[in-house]
């Protein structure tokens, strides 16, 4: 018989067997028991600065393993710090477990200092929200792993009572089967393969399911069996290697990008969105095509709530188990269909390239095409909201899923610095690289500080124009005066040896292969300030 233990010991070590090994946070009494029982697991416990910058780098964990990220916060406050964090990975689909301390009960009925409802607050921005139990410990684990990985991933609450960490209980040790893949049958799989046999143009939009389902190959056979060409949304992006002559990019948010994808798009006999969840897009995707006058095939992991677009047939399930099955026999045995034989996708694939140039001799494209160059092509990048996230979603190749971490549906500021420190905590042996604004930096240079300590040598990128770029754009599109999207100077790179990383500010090309170069030698992170001019975005995105 299993000797009892802490509760917070049978979540800590459900958790473990899920495959954390980080978790992040700031501590306060309340949650010192979870502490310790992370790290008695075998869970690092690491500790950030803030709990909005924490969730973030357990998500870039979680990017590069798979396992459930796991953000620790304290009451009131601390829990507070994290809702952003939270919140995005409810929207970006991200399976986190966020660990929570509070009072007991019976203590909450009479003292009220930093006690709300923690519950409440989470319920809107997470799949469930649970108090943990003694008794209940290792079954309330397992829900929430289940239930944070399922379908669409996305955080799950756990409200920790402080007496409730430290009651020994026995484990249960259930155990929920994962359940097994289904793929389409029947009629409406005979007439989805019939559809595709008759398709002379198909066009596959392709989303962040494919990565879950682990689908990529099963997405490469696909569209070059058809013959193809695929897009996908900016979290997708390297679904397949973007090098693929049937590779189209990303897409999202660039209406520059869109004047050519979108009318692609619309000369297609045959839609077929494989995993697309379109909270990545803007409304310019919404309706793009009618049902009734194109046949749409919607693959995907859960029903369409959404009605941006709606479709001829929708199968809801596994992405790879539905395009294997849609491949009808006499194609699957290599006999490849030609398509878009008027060179539309050829054409498409030129347009792209010059309208997103790598040659300007200074500015935000060249800061992009020489980082690209200069540094491996396996390099994890990350990148925060902003004007430059844009065109770096458009210009930067991947060769692989999961090698361009962003926020592209909650799209918050202030992620790419903790995303990039997380993703080199579980893949010290990848380059890793940041992009940031300098106003998103600003928002978390603290952090910079934590990276010292655990001696990440990550680069971190900031475009420095002193401005809320797209914020300002768009106030002078709206014709309004400038107000609110400018600031002061700072100097980043001295910021960046303050907390004793490196510091380079460069201006041109040469200074930042320099920089680069010697950022890649480096043991300790790395702080390019690339200065670039106010309004460098214009008829770039």
């Not at 018989?1 to 980080?22: F, I, N, Q, V």
């Not at 923690?118 to 809107?124: A, G, L, M, S």
């Not at 410990?137 to 756990?158: S, T």
């Not at 899923?401 to 790419?416: D, H, N």
Request: hydrophobic share 45%; charged share 20%; with cysteine.
């Amino acid at each position: 018989m299993t000797s009892p233990k802490r509760a917070a010991d049978l979540l800590a070590e459900r958790l473990y067997e899920a495959g954390c090994r980080h978790a992040f946070g700031m501590p306060g009494g309340e949650v010192l028991t979870i502490v310790d029982a992370l790290e008695k697991a075998g869970i690092e416990f690491v500790l950030c600065k803030h709990e909005n910058a924490a969730g973030f780098m357990a998500e870039g964990v979680h990017h590069m393993n798979g396992a459930p990220a796991i953000l620790v916060a304290t009451v009131g406050p601390g829990a507070m710090n994290g809702i952003n964090s939270v919140a995005n990975a409810h929207q970006e689909r991200v399976p986190m477990i966020v660990l929570t301390g509070c009072v007991d009960p019976d203590e909450a009925l009479t003292y009220t200092h930093q006690v709300l409802d923690h519950r409440r607050v989470f319920d809107e921005i997470t799949k469930a929200t649970f108090t943990l139990t003694a008794e209940g410990a290792d079954i309330v684990a397992d829900k929430a792993v289940g239930i944070a990985c399922e379908g669409r991933g996305g955080p799950v609450h756990i409200d920790v009572p402080i007496s409730v960490a430290d009651t020994m209980a026995a484990p249960k040790l259930r155990r929920r089967v994962p359940a097994s893949k289904t793929a389409p049958s029947d009629g409406d799989l005979a007439l989805a393969q019939s559809w595709l046999e008759a398709a002379e143009r198909p066009v596959i939009i392709a989303g962040l399911d494919v990565i879950y389902d682990e689908s990529e190959g099963a997405l490469l056979h696909f569209a070059q069996t058809y013959g193809a060409p695929v897009i996908t949304t900016y979290k997708a992006k390297g679904v397949i290697p973007e090098a693929h002559e049937l590779s189209l990019g990303g897409a999202g948010l660039s209406p520059l990008a869109d004047k050519h994808l979108l009318p692609l798009v619309r000369q297609a006999d045959l839609i077929i969105c494989v995993g697309y969840d379109p909270i990545e897009m803007r409304p310019g995707w919404r309706e793009v095509w009618c049902p009734d006058e194109v046949r749409v095939i919607d693959i995907t992991s859960e029903p369409n709530h959404h009605y941006m677009h709606q479709a001829g047939l929708s199968f809801i399930c596994d992405t790879g188990a539905a395009l294997q099955a849609l491949t009808v026999q006499g194609v699957a045995q290599g006999v490849a269909r030609s398509s878009w034989v008027d060179g539309e996708v050829e054409a498409v694939k030129a347009a792209l390239g010059k309208a997103f140039p790598t040659d300007d001799e200074w500015g935000p494209a060249a800061v992009i095409s020489e980082c690209r160059d200069m540094l491996p092509a396996d390099t994890v990048a990350t990148v925060d909201s902003g004007a430059h996230r844009i065109l770096l979603s458009q210009m930067w190749t991947c060769g692989s899923a999961r090698s361009l971490l962003q926020s592209s549906a909650l799209c918050t500021m202030g992620c790419a610095m903790p995303l990039a420190m997380g993703a080199k905590y579980a893949s010290p042996e990848r380059t890793v690289v940041s992009f940031s604004g300098d106003a998103g930096a600003l928002m978390v240079a603290g952090e910079w500080s934590t990276a010292k300590e655990h001696g990440l040598n990550t680069i971190f990128v900031v475009f420095v124009d002193r401005s809320l770029a797209l914020i300002e754009l768009k106030q002078r599109q709206r014709q309004m005066k400038n107000a609110g999207v400018d600031f002061m100077d700072h100097d980043f790179a001295a910021i960046g040896q303050a907390f004793g990383g490196q510091g380079h500010t460069v201006t041109t090309r040469a200074e930042l292969r320099a920089a680069l170069t010697a950022a890649q030698r480096a043991d300790t992170f790395t702080v390019i300030a690339a200065v670039i001019d106010r309004k460098a975005y214009d008829g770039r995105i």
